[in-house]
Each structure stands twice: as structure tokens, then as C-alpha cells.
């Protein structure tokens, strides 16, 4: 979960303890209270509204990259890139919300429309997670059109509901309203932490249509949404409706467009000079709003290097994600979803934000140390590369048990000696297999073969018990090869056959039949999975099965059904399995591991979530606090889309780095956690220089200046402006 998105929207136009606008409750009947209480009954539908929106914000983008991954077959980068730019768009659409609010619908109906586009995009993009339903282009559009009306819906909502719900309180209720907000809070808590653990299991864990099932996972979100549009349309008659009073945004932006634009056309030197270049608005624009402009582009300067933390912040989603499907995710009584991982930064953050708040931040007090919000920003900036500095060391040892990465010329080969003795393999003109094969020998690590070609015609010579004999095969440039080495009629024999290239995606497991019996067999693995082997040591093509144990297959032969078993099929980990011999009414199996299974645990990820959760509280509520201390009442929600917008670039840089510069995943982490720390470098200079100020002592200071001012306001070329 991302905490801006919980603080963002309640303090959007609203902070704890704020009055609201004068003029902003026109008269109209009181509402009806909860319990005897001052707090409004209302506020129920608005609380448990934004508990089922979150749920189905957090639920469904959950499992978003490996749906990208699993169900469309993109490649990593691609999948990450989609990911951010869905991330990125629900954080520009805020600005359209707030302008639909203030400007022309008003809070309540910007809410009901823009939830209803909110669940529209969330049924399609169910509907375009159900596999029979059309081809992969059908199933694309609907998604991306899917995504495209939840970001135009999560992001349009985001800066109205908690500012709807702080005005169904009468003004003298502050203290209310400042404990609602607590509530609101706790809300998006509740609804991100339980989604974020449930929809990973209702993807992984329940199956349809014969595979994970993308539908369910998309579709308890979009029944939660459309709950939540039912409970906040029940509330309706409840409700303090306030009429749009007119967006401060548009405001603030024509009034620096016009400054930039007045100034241009006055570059004469005999123009007197101005204080500040935003006074080159003052023609139109009043010393109030002026001033208080100044104030915010003060603070908004200050934005300029943040958007870095949100793009490493933001991965834990797309890049950790995909991380954990190449980790060990046993825990002994469960078996977590790599995309569950995500549950902790939610869960992190309810238990840091009561220690650091009661805990360090006090004990730092009475050690004297001057932990300026700047410094508690910058710490939590370390705090996030760090976490990336560590995903990038348990990169490098995932990729350990990773399948070398082939380039033009290359292939891999091993030997599978299925016959009775040792088995001495020779390739012509290659330096290869020094040592004979013994009989059922676990294979060592694939050998690398050089090729003059595209494909080449190798000719090998197999020693066996003082016999020779010669086959060619043609090898292809980066394929992996098994040569099959068997007696058959008193002789020797051997084919070749093609091998996985890379590891199973997802953490699954792959496996495969060798039949060396003189009937062909077929195999039951578990009640959905069945294969057919023809005999004389024929193989049969990889399945991909769910990590377990799988002790219940059966054999089924001419003769008769006889008990199958595998034993664990681990995650990330490929198999060949030899059916050797019918004996006793059972199967005799060999099993090799082609591909070495994951053996980096998922419990190595905690310490990155640990410390970027730790950076998230010290730099999202420290820089929320400190921005809105910074800036007058009125311009709060300037400084709020301000803030929502540094977001949106975080994930847009992520996704032209995923896209533009494609590199090994430690080394992206690594690039990541060098840029943030420069930038962390960079923003602590800004701040050193930054002095901080009470808002109503510039607004005096204004004031005293506005008189001294007006006597440079001469000379000026008027082109098209009214002096």
C-alpha cells in the first residue's frame, strides 16, 4: 500500500483540526447523529465506501504484473512498463477529479459518475481475464481498456471522498472531524492490507478454466467496488452536499502562466525590475493570491527531486514481485503467493507509524539531535536504496541457480546414460565429456558447445563395453540439449531431445517422462494432468505443475494400473523422470533435476520490505506535514496535486527504464539505488538552503510590500492587458 494514497486523500483538502472554508455549509437540516454523538451518521457510508474502494484499488493491481506476465506471456520489462504507466496514470487523473469537484459537479455527484466508470472498468477488465472469451488481442483491449477506466475512476474519486466526508461536519465539531479523518485512515489500512493477502490466493490458489484464475481475482475486486458505489449512493439522503466553489489549481496556473507571459513582454531595460517574478501578475491578479503563490512554489521547488523515491517505492509491485516468483515461498505451515509479499508494506506501516511517532522520533528529542523534517525525508530517501541495494545482492543469488544465459553460437548438452554400464562420449572437433557417463549418473552442469554456425551437423562416437559407434546430430545456436544414451536390441542407441532454456516462470515445475519399458504408458499426476509416452524410451513434452508433492499418480500399461510416484517437484525446478521397470505391482522411476529448484528463501525479501516501509513513513508523512506547514489554508490542494504528481513521474521514469535501457535485474537495482542516493544528495543541499517560514507571516510581509511596489508598476508595454 502506498501511504501517500491514504494521507494524500485525507488531507487533500482538509488537514486534522483544519476549519472548513467559510461559506462552504449552506443552510439545511441537521444530520443525524451516531449514538448521541457530534459525529455524523453519514460518515458510516463515506468509512465503509473507502474501505471497499481501496480493497478493490489494492486487490486488483495485487496480482496486475503477473497477470501481464502469466495470462498475456510478456516478458518482464514489458509487464513492469504496463504496470507503471497504469500506476502512473491513477495519479495524474486526481487533477481532473478535484477540477470536476470544484469547478462543475460538486464533490457528491464527481463521486457517483466517476465510481460508476470505476466499476465499468472493473467488469471489463474481469471479462478480459476469462480465457475462452475471444483471442489474446480481444483479451488485451478489454484489459487495457479496463485499466484505463479504473485509473480515469481510483484517480478521479481520490481527492473527494475524504473531503466530502470532512464536510458533513458542522464547524465547531474540529476535534471530530480530526478523529474521523484517524478513522478514514484506518479504512484504507484495513481495505489495502486484507486485499493484498486475498487476491493473490484467489488467483494462485483457486483454479478455473484450468489454469490460475485471473477472473475471480479481478472479479471479488469489482464486486467490492460495486459495493461500495451501493453503500455511498444509500447514504445519499444523509448527506451535506456543498456546491462547487471553484478549483484554487486552475487559479494558481493561469496566474503563473500569466506572469511568465507578462514578463516575456516586457524585456525592455528601461522597465523598472520586479522583487519576485510572479509579481509580474499583479496586473490581474490580486496580492493575496500572489503571495500566496509564492508560498507554494517555495514548497512545490522542494518536489522537484521526490519523484525518484516513489519510483524504487513503487516496485513492489512490479520488480520485487516478479523477484519472489524465482524464491523459495515455503514457510513450513504455508506456502505464501509471490505477489502475498506485498501485504507487508501495509502491515509494516501500522506497526511503524505508532513506534516512530511514540518511539524514535521522541528518544531522537531527548538525545537533542536537530531531525529537521528535511532530515527525517532524507533518511527515509537511504532508507529506500538501501532496500534496493539489498534486492540487488538477492538477485545475484537467485541467479545462481538461473540456466547460463546463451548467445549467438552457443548451446548446452549433457548426457543421460540410461544404459546398464559406462558410457565414454566423444564429440568431434570438441573438447568435451573427458570423463565416461556412469550408469543413472545425476548429470553435472550442462557443457557448453561452440558452434561455426546458426546450426551445426556434429558427429559423436559412444564407447560402450569395447564397442563403437558413430551418430550425427545438428545442434541449433542457443537450444539445451539431452542426449539420451539406452541399449535397445543388444546394442547400443541414443537420441537427442530439447531441454528447457530457463527456468519454469511463476515458481512453477516443469517435468518430463522418459518411457523405457516395451509398452507405451499412460500417466496420471494428479486428477487434471494426464500423459501419454510411447514406449522404447520415448519422451514426452514438459508439464507445468503447481510446486507439492506428488505421490498419488498412477501408471496405466496393457498389463495394468500400477501407483505413481514423484516425490516433490520443487519451485523454479525442471525434471526428467525414467520409467525404468514394473516390479512388485509398482513403478520404478529415476528422477533427475534438470534445473536446480529455488533455494533462496522468500523470508530474504523482509528486510528490504523493512526498510523501505521504515523510509516510506520517515519521508511520506514527514514531507505531507512539512508541505502543508509550509504553504497558507487555501493552497493545500495545490500542494496536494503537487505532491500526487511527483508519484506519477516516479513511475513513469520506471517504465522508460524498463522499456529504453533493459539491463540484468541486480544491475537495475543498482542503477535505481545510486540515482536515489545522488538525488537524496541533491535534495539535501535544497534543503539546507531552505529556510522554513509561518505562511501568515509572509502574507504580513506581502501586505508591507504591496505599497513600495506599486510605484515600479510604470513604463510597461500593455500589449492586450488592462493596467
Excluded at 470532512?166 to 484506518?186: A, N, P, V, W
Excluded at 547460463?404 to 559406462?422: D, G, Q, T, Y
Excluded at 558413430?470 to 544414451?485: D, G, H, R, W
Excluded at 493545500?636 to 500526487?644: H, I, M, R
Aim: charged share 15%.
Amino acid at each position: 500500500m502506498k501511504l501517500p494514497s491514504c494521507l494524500e486523500e485525507c488531507l487533500c483538502c482538509y488537514t486534522a483540526g483544519d476549519d472548513p472554508p467559510k461559506g462552504d455549509f449552506p443552510l439545511q437540516k441537521k444530520s443525524p447523529k451516531l449514538c448521541g454523538s457530534n459525529y455524523p451518521l453519514s460518515i458510516a457510508f463515506i468509512v465503509v465506501n473507502e474501505f471497499c474502494e481501496r480493497f478493490s484499488y489494492y486487490g486488483m493491481r495485487a496480482v496486475l504484473t503477473l497477470y501481464f506476465l502469466s495470462f498475456f506471456h510478456w516478458d518482464e520489462n514489458l509487464s513492469t512498463a504496463v504496470y507503471h504507466a497504469f500506476s502512473a496514470l491513477c495519479y495524474f487523473t486526481p487533477v481532473i477529479g478535484a477540477i470536476m469537484a470544484d469547478s462543475w459537479l460538486g464533490k457528491y455527484k464527481t463521486i457517483i459518475y466517476l465510481s460508476i466508470v470505476y466499476v465499468v472498468g472493473h467488469l471489463i477488465k474481469s471479462v478480459g481475464a476469462i480465457p475462452s472469451l475471444g483471442n489474446q488481442a480481444v483479451h488485451v483491449v478489454l484489459s487495457m481498456v479496463g485499466l484505463f477506466l479504473i485509473a480515469l475512476g481510483t484517480g478521479g474519486i481520490k481527492p473527494c471522498v475524504s473531503a466530502f466526508g470532512g464536510d458533513q461536519f458542522e464547524e465547531e465539531h474540529t476535534s471530530e472531524r480530526s478523529k474521523f479523518f484517524s478513522i478514514f485512515y484506518l479504512s484504507i489500512n484495513a481495505g489495502s492490507l486484507i486485499s493484498t493477502f486475498v487476491t493473490p490466493v484467489l488467483r494462485g490458489d483457486v483454479k478455473c478454466f484450468g489454469e490460475d484464475c485471473y477472473a475471480l481475482a479481478f472479479g471479488v475486486p469489482a464486486a467490492l467496488m460495486v459495493l461500495a458505489l451501493v453503500v455511498f449512493i444509500a447514504g445519499s439522503g444523509l448527506y451535506r452536499k456543498t456546491p462547487p466553489q471553484g478549483n484554487v489549481l486552475l487559479e494558481v496556473c493561469k496566474c503563473i502562466g500569466f506572469a511568465i507571459k507578462n514578463r516575456l513582454k516586457n524585456r525592455s531595460p528601461e522597465i523598472p525590475k520586479r522583487d519576485h517574478w510572479l509579481d509580474w501578475a499583479s496586473e490581474k491578479y490580486s496580492k493575496q493570491l500572489i503571495g500566496e503563490v509564492k508560498m507554494v512554489t517555495r514548497v512545490l521547488f522542494l518536489f522537484i527531486p521526490l519523484p525518484m523515491f516513489w519510483a524504487l517505492f513503487d516496485q513492489q509491485g512490479s520488480r520485487w514481485t516478479l523477484q519472489a516468483t524465482k524464491m523459495n515461498a515455503d514457510f513450513g505451515i504455508y506456502v505464501l503467493q509471490p505477489d502475498q509479499m506485498q501485504f507487508l508494506n501495509p502491515l509494516l506501516i501500522l506497526v511503524f507509524i505508532p513506534i516512530f511517532d511514540f518511539g524514535l522520533y521522541p528518544l531522537i528529542n531527548m538525545c537533542k539531535l536537530n531531525f529537521t523534517p528535511i532530515r527525517k525525508m532524507a533518511t527515509g530517501m537511504i532508507l529506500a536504496g538501501l532496500a534496493f541495494g539489498l534486492a540487488a545482492i538477492i538477485e545475484v543469488k537467485i541467479n545462481e541457480t538461473d540456466m547460463p544465459r546463451l548467445v549467438p553460437k552457443e548451446s548446452l548438452i549433457r548426457v543421460l546414460n540410461l544404459a546398464k554400464n559406462p558410457v565414454q562420449v566423444t564429440v568431434q572437433d570438441k573438447d568435451l565429456f573427458q570423463q565416461p557417463v556412469e550408469s543413472f549418473q545425476n548429470p553435472a552442469e550442462y557443457s557448453k558447445l561452440i558452434l561455426n554456425g546458426e546450426q551445426e551437423s556434429l558427429h559423436f562416437t559412444l564407447q560402450h563395453q569395447g564397442l563403437t559407434l558413430a551418430f550425427n546430430y545438428t545442434m541449433k545456436e542457443k537450444s539445451v540439449y539431452s542426449l539420451i544414451v539406452f541399449e535397445a536390441e543388444g546394442s547400443l542407441s541414443s537420441h537427442l531431445i530439447t531441454d528447457l532454456e530457463a527456468k519454469p516462470e511463476n515458481g512453477l515445475a516443469a517435468v518430463r517422462f522418459i518411457n523405457a519399458l516395451s509398452q507405451d504408458v499412460n500417466l496420471t499426476i494428479n486428477s487434471k494432468s494426464f500423459i501419454a509416452v510411447q514406449k522404447n524410451y520415448s519422451a514426452s513434452e514438459y508439464s507445468l505443475l503447481e510446486r507439492d508433492i506428488y505421490n498419488n499418480g498412477k501408471c496405466i500399461t496393457e498389463t495394468g494400473e500400477f501407483p505413481l510416484e514423484l516425490g516433490l517437484l520443487d519451485f523454479g525446478a525442471s525434471y526428467t523422470v525414467v520409467i525404468t521397470n514394473i516390479s512388485g505391482g509398482a513403478v520404478e522411476t529415476w528422477k533427475s533435476e534438470d534445473i536446480k529448484a529455488n533455494n533462496v528463501h522468500m523470508a530474504w525479501q523482509l528486510p528490504q520490505y523493512l526498510l523501505i516501509s521504515a523510509g516510506e513513513v520517515m519521508f511520506s508523512i514527514t514531507g505531507l506535514a512539512f508541505s502543508y506547514s509550509q504553504s497558507p489554508a487555501s493552497m493545500k490542494s495545490v500542494l496536494q496535486a503537487g505532491w500526487l504528481l511527483t508519484v506519477a513521474v516516479g513511475n513513469t521514469f520506471v517504465l522508460i527504464v524498463a522499456e529504453a535501457a533493459p539491463m540484468a535485474q541486480w544491475a537495475e537495482f543498482v542503477l535505481f539505488t545510486v540515482l536515489l542516493f545522488a538525488v537524496c544528495i541533491i535534495f539535501s543541499i535544497m534543503g539546507y538552503f531552505y529556510v522554513s517560514v509561518d505562511p501568515e507571516d509572509l502574507e504580513e510581509k506581502e501586505e508591507k510590500k504591496e505599497t513600495s511596489s506599486r510605484g515600479n508598476m510604470i513604463g510597461l508595454v500593455t500589449q492586450k492587458t488592462k493596467l
